[in-house]
């Protein structure tokens, strides 16, 4: 006779379905909040209507989140700041020519961030900087900042390759985060209306602003003097 096999060696035990709707009540709720706070912006939501779009209790929502604040900054953590180490090492493993990483990171930030509602974020944000400044100040030492020196990096790579001419850094970073910038802002307000406002698409509108910077950006070939 074959001895009986435990239970525990054949079968899985199963995740409470209280505790698995526990464990995914962070992200549902920065989910809520995102969406709103691009909707509404955030001096207008309030953590009542957060919570109830992620279907849980305000009490239930200050159990993870303890404030509006707190809540923002998890949004913007989990949307974009808390990335920057991710983007940082495909910067540094990154094979190509200087140029064709300027393309890449302008094609993925449009697919991660100015497509979506991360994007919405710096929107948003940027319309109450004024009314919150303790959030203006947060949001340019988690996102701004790092951002600036990720791009700083891309520039000086280039520099240093000899495939980018010599530039001001620090001038040169608005180079690309100006066209970005202005991409959000139409995406979030007129183009939420008016999608066909500019008369092109979004892809050819990055196209064509990544083509005249990497023209601008171009090392000049070396002059030769006559005789």
Not at 43 to 55: G, K, Q, S
Not at 182 to 210: A, H, K
Request: proline content about 5%; some cysteine; hydrophobic content about 45%.
């Amino acid at each position: 006779m074959s001895a009986a096999v435990p239970t525990s060696c054949t079968s899985n035990p199963k995740v409470p379905r209280r505790s698995r709707r526990k464990e995914a009540r962070p992200a549902e709720l920065l989910a809520a909040a995102t969406r709103l706070f691009v909707e509404k912006g955030y001096a207008a939501t309030r953590v009542e209507e957060v919570a109830a779009l992620a279907n849980v209790s305000k009490g239930t929502l200050f159990l993870y989140y303890a404030s509006k604040e707190a809540l923002l900054k998890a949004v913007v953590r989990e949307n974009i700041a808390g990335s920057f180490a991710e983007w940082q090492a495909e910067v540094d493993n990154f094979t190509g020519t200087s140029a064709a990483l300027v393309r890449y990171a302008f094609q993925v930030w449009q697919a991660r961030i100015g497509d979506t509602e991360a994007g919405g974020i710096y929107k948003l944000l940027s319309s109450e900087f004024c009314n919150f400044p303790e959030l203006a100040q947060f949001y340019f030492d988690e996102v701004i900042y790092p951002g600036n020196d990720l791009v700083r990096r891309i520039l000086a790579r280039g520099m240093a390759r000899g495939e980018f001419r010599q530039l001001d850094l620090n001038a040169a970073i608005h180079l690309i985060t100006t066209p970005m910038f202005t991409y959000i802002q139409w995406r979030n307000s007129i183009g939420m209306t008016f999608p066909d406002s500019l008369g092109i698409s979004p892809e050819v509108y990055i196209e064509t602003q990544v083509e005249n910077l990497l023209r601008g950006l171009a090392a000049l070939p070396p002059t030769t003097v006559s005789v």
